[in-house]
């Protein structure tokens, strides 16, 4: 990458075709090291858009108002922020700078990257507009939890001892803790004996 900026596409997704320019309007205005933004979903086989929660921004608290922040001002939801990398655009020299890279051959390596994005970035800013469009078929990797189960614990173990590392306030260590731990728990018990064993 050469550009001031990084953004990631996953190759089966597309952007709203305004997406950049608004996105790097905004990041110049407030002179921001990250950008999360808006997504929707749509299914392969209807092209049908839904609404996603999860990349809406519906865990913000109701009186929210800060235009600007750091992870340290998400403490009480910072577990429940969207991770896809895809929903966020970066400035390229605080990347470098802080030496935030993906964990090769795992799944859900999103996690890993945001979690050091987030706690190192000192101007972090939302854009509620959906400008991200997720493409939603049988063969994705959220369709597909059983054969990647492992993965995920993987991630979970690192994100946990990175923050550790970075000795993270421990009301929030917790909170990642016990999200973690209830994510895998529900998912182990939702599987079919055989899988379980596996």
């Not at 921004?57 to 922020?81: G, I």
């Not at 994100?159 to 590392?165: D, G, I, P």
């Amino acid at each position: 990458a050469r550009g001031k900026y990084v953004q990631f596409v996953d190759s089966d997704d597309y952007l709203r075709q305004d997406a950049c320019a608004l996105l790097v309007k905004k990041a110049e205005e407030l002179d921001l090291d990250m950008l999360s933004f808006a997504g929707n979903n749509f299914r392969n086989d209807t092209g049908e858009i839904e609404d996603n929660p999860y990349y809406n921004f519906r865990y913000l608290p109701a009186n929210w108002n800060k235009q600007v922040f750091t992870y340290k001002d998400c403490a009480d939801f910072l577990p429940s922020m969207a991770v896809s990398t895809a929903l966020t655009l970066y400035k390229r020299d605080f990347i470098i700078k802080n030496n935030i890279h993906f964990s090769e051959n795992l799944f859900f390596e999103d996690n890993i990257f945001f979690i050091r994005a987030i706690t190192s970035a000192k101007r972090v800013s939302i854009e509620k507009e959906v400008l991200y469009f997720r493409r939603i078929h049988n063969k994705s990797t959220t369709n597909n939890w059983m054969y990647i189960f492992n993965n995920y614990m993987t991630v979970s173990d690192i994100v946990l001892k990175y923050l550790n590392s970075i000795h993270i306030e421990k009301n929030i260590y917790d909170k990642y803790k016990s999200y973690y731990m209830n994510i895998c728990t529900n998912l182990y018990y939702s599987y079919p004996l055989k899988w379980r064993k596996k």
